[in-house]
């Protein structure tokens, strides 16, 4: 039995190589807010459909660094979106760490002690 890699996953970082904050302060919300139509199952429609951003592209804070999380099921969705944000990542010199999804720990049932 093959067992599926796990989802990986790539940090941008709002610093860039040479150590500076990437401004604008806001850069991280534009970025996943371009991105935000593509999910997986396609493009929701409907009252509500433009709010919210794309599980496989989320702003968020981690030790006080603006980042955004990228999954890489983006690149198999769409090519080109993947490409932008790489690129973007690339052209303004931002750091980005490659990472690995775990899964959620479940609570020891039985703890001892």
Not at 19 to 47: H, K, N, Q, Y
């Amino acid at each position: 039995m093959t067992v599926a890699p796990p989802p990986r996953e790539v940090f941008i970082q709002g610093v860039t190589l040479d150590g500076r904050t990437f401004r604008p302060s806001d850069w991280a919300e534009r970025l996943a807010g371009a991105m935000s139509c593509f999910r997986p199952g396609g493009v929701r429609s409907g009252i509500g459909a433009h709010i919210g951003y794309s599980p496989l592209c989320v702003p968020t804070v981690i030790n006080g660094v603006k980042c955004v999380i990228v999954n890489e099921e983006l690149k198999r969705l769409e090519p080109m979106a993947w490409d932008f944000v790489m690129n973007f990542a690339r052209d303004n010199n931002l750091q980005v760490a490659d990472a690995c999804l775990l899964p959620d720990a479940k609570p020891d049932p039985h703890p001892r002690g």
